[in-house]
């Protein structure tokens, strides 16, 4: 008959195996970025990354291939502030990402200008599960749609939000690199 220990040891050692087994990209890009634990399908093994929709500086977010080091990477690049629970956009100075359309399905989320005090602009990191949650609705994370689409040579995904328990983690687990 298996011991208590021995059931707890077996339930570590299949967490671990099973959390080994997500498909980790392979990042290019600079740092700070944001980036999503699982690779999913994106077809270069770049991973997934916030971005501007579009190129260049967009007021719409979405979730993009990570992009390699160099001029086009930077619109990939977001930081994570737990100070105030804001996610700054790199090479937009001033820029944080925002929940500007709760309703909106396809783009919740924003690049506005920071507001320190602006609710919209909060979110909280969470390192043990690696979700990143809705500041004002702590039961709701950032995810990205479940369906990719060809992004010229690369690929998009939307990034919305929904409610954490409800979600598969590949689609909800983020890795903040500094």
């Known amino acids: 008959m298996p011991t208590q220990s021995m059931i707890l040891t077996m339930v570590i050692s299949l967490g671990v195996s099973i959390a080994a087994s997500a498909d980790a990209p392979v990042i290019k890009s600079g740092t700070p970025v944001i980036?999503?634990?699982?690779n999913l399908d994106?077809?270069?093994k770049l991973g997934w990354c916030i971005d501007t929709k579009g190129r260049g500086f967009a007021e719409n977010l979405h979730s993009h291939s990570c992009k390699p080091a160099g001029q086009q990477a930077t619109d990939t690049q977001f930081a994570y502030y737990p100070k105030n629970g804001q996610i700054r956009s790199v090479p937009y100075e001033g820029?944080?990402?925002s929940l500007i359309d709760p309703e909106n399905k396809v783009l919740p989320f924003g690049l506005i200008d920071c507001v320190s005090s602006e609710s919209s602009q909060k979110f909280v990191y969470d390192h043990t599960s690696m979700e990143i949650r809705i500041g004002s609705d702590n039961s709701k994370c950032v995810i990205v749609a479940q369906n990719s689409v060809a992004a010229g040579p690369y690929m998009s995904?939307?990034?919305?939000y929904a409610k954490c328990l409800s979600i598969e983690k590949k689609y909800k687990q983020w890795v903040v690199r500094k």
């Open 157 to 160: 995904r939307d990034l919305i």
């Open 95 to 97: 820029k944080c990402m």
């Open 35 to 38: 980036y999503l634990a699982d």
């Open 42 to 44: 994106e077809k270069d």
